[in-house]
């Protein structure tokens, strides 16, 4: 009898390898292929035996370096040919992360499949940045969105209903379209003085976070040069990063001591 492959489609969290759930490493350790996006770190890659088959499908923004087709043709193909595959994607896989397309490509092809959550990198920068999603008397309620549009379109959101003061706004891919993003919320109504946060490379030891007024977020990034991956929040729990930003002190002390033992 023709043997049937597995998928799992598994996240991979936000880069710190240690935010990987145990299941995720399990099924790592005992996959035949691991097909991963570019987004997924060295440091987890570093987990997989080798003898393990890996294959990038690594995608940067507004750059893809294997169209999606041709991703699901790759997990199909081995899937059919009875292989264990883990699909592993950066953050969690069904948000933003196209983890649910693959999946119903695979029901369609009467492929069997798991989705394993990850640690999405809302929840990565914010912790690792001293900015909670949400606070009691701060922020009730939480929004993800993404900043990233087609070329050339215009940014085709609910602006309205986006701009709320009593809300965290969290956007995911929005370092390309920022100054657009932050105008189109201030004309909506959000004040140019709500605190923002830029977080890149969240979780990892090159995090880097700017923090400013709304009106001047960009401004900020630009100062920072900052780089993909971006992850932009916006409300007044930002404010709170001042008191309890751990992670940042955390490096600082690591290297202030690295140095005084060398010196
Ligand atoms: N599925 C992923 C998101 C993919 S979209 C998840 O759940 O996290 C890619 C965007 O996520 C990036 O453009 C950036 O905005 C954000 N992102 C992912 N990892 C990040 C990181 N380590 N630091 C900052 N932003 C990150």
Redesign the pocket.
Known sequence: MKKTGFVSLV?A???DAELLTIKALRLLQTADVVVY?R?V?SEILELIPTGISRIAVGKT?GHHCVPQLQINEIIINLAKSGRRIVRL???????????SEEALVLKKHHINFEIVP????????SAYSGIPLTHRGLSRRVQFI???FNDDQPLDLNWQSIADPDCTLV?????ANLPQLARSLMAAGLPASTPAAA??????IS?QCVISPLAQINDAVQQAQMK?????IIGKVVSLADELDWFQQSINEECYENNAVGH
Do not use: E
């Not at 956007?171 to 370092?175: A, Q, V």
């Not at 993909?228 to 932009?232: H, T, W, Y």
């Open positions: 996240g969290g936000p880069g996006d987004l770190s923004s994607k950066g953050g969690d896989p069904c948000i933003f992360g196209r983890g990850g640690i999405t990198a809302a929840s990565g920068c993404t900043g990233h956007i995911y891919m929005g370092l977080v890149q490379n969240g979780t990892t995090q993909a991956p971006v992850m932009i």
